[in-house]
């Protein structure tokens, strides 16, 4: 499946705990391996929006797996990195300081 409703306790913006809900999707994916078919990466898209907070997020989540040579293991890493909505990002940094677009992606 490319949706998941999840339902947990945990910290608000506002401050206390509350048990939150929380809707993330998949909004795409890629799968790439070199010639040798020694590297292999995978990088996925989502978005997550909190219902209780009324935020949506978005993420990404890149893979990627090696296999050695010397003993066949494999050796791998997962990256995550989130990022703010587009209209967000406009709101915050729109002209603040003279700067246009203060976020770094």
């Not at 890149?62 to 909505?85: C, H, M, W, Y």
């Not at 700067?99 to 992606?105: K, L, P, T």
């Amino acid at each position: 499946a490319s949706r998941v409703a999840i339902e947990y306790d945990g910290p608000t913006r506002r401050g206390g705990r509350v048990t939150q809900s929380c809707d993330v999707t998949m909004l795409d994916h890629f799968i790439q391996n070199n010639d040798d078919n020694d590297h292999y990466y995978t990088t996925k898209r989502y978005s997550q929006y909190n219902v209780n907070q009324e935020l949506q997020t978005f993420y990404r989540e890149t893979t990627s797996l090696e296999q050695r040579n010397n003993d066949g293991g494999i050796v791998g890493k997962i990256r995550v990195a989130a990022f703010l909505p587009y209209y967000v990002k406009e709101m915050d940094t729109n002209n603040v300081g003279g700067v246009r677009d203060a976020y770094d992606e």
